[in-house]
C-alpha cells in the first residue's frame, strides 16, 4: 500500500499559498494526463484537484477584494493618512518628495 498514490499524507489545504496550490493541482493535472492510473486513484486525484482549485479561487477572491478595497480608499483619500500624504509621492507642485534634505541645509 506504501505504492498507492492516494495514500499520501492528508494535505492541510487550507494552509496552502496560491503558489503551493497552484503547484499541486499542476502536478495532478500531469499525472492524469499521463494516464495509467486506476479509476480509484484518477478520480481521487480529480477530488484533490478540486478541493484545490477551489483554494486557489478562494485565495484570488480574497486577493482581489483586498485590492479593490486599497484601491476606493486610495482614491477617496481615506487610507488612514492625512491630505498632504494621500496626494502620492509627488507634493503640489507635482514635485517628488524624495525626503532629501534640500530645505534648510546651509553649505
Known amino acids: ?3 498507492d498514490p492516494t495514500s499520501e499524507p492528508a494535505l492541510d489545504v487550507n ?3 496560491f503558489e503551493q496550490a497552484f503547484q499541486r493541482l499542476g502536478e495532478l493535472a500531469e499525472s492524469l494526463d499521463a494516464g ?8 481521487a486525484r480529480y477530488e484533490q484537484g478540486m478541493v484545490l482549485v477551489q483554494r486557489c479561487n478562494q485565495l484570488l477572491n480574497a486577493a482581489e477584494l483586498k485590492i479593490t478595497s ?3 480608499s486610495y482614491s477617496q483619500g481615506t487610507n488612514g493618512q492625512d491630505s498632504h500624504d494621500a496626494q ?3 507634493d503640489s507642485n507635482g514635485q517628488e518628495d524624495d525626503d532629501s534634505p534640500r530645505e534648510g541645509l546651509l553649505l
Open 88 to 90: 502620492g509621492p509627488g
Open 1 to 3: 500500500m506504501a505504492d
Open 36 to 43: 495509467g492510473l486506476t479509476l480509484a486513484d484518477a478520480t
Open 70 to 72: 486599497l484601491k476606493d
Open 15 to 17: 494552509s496552502l499559498s
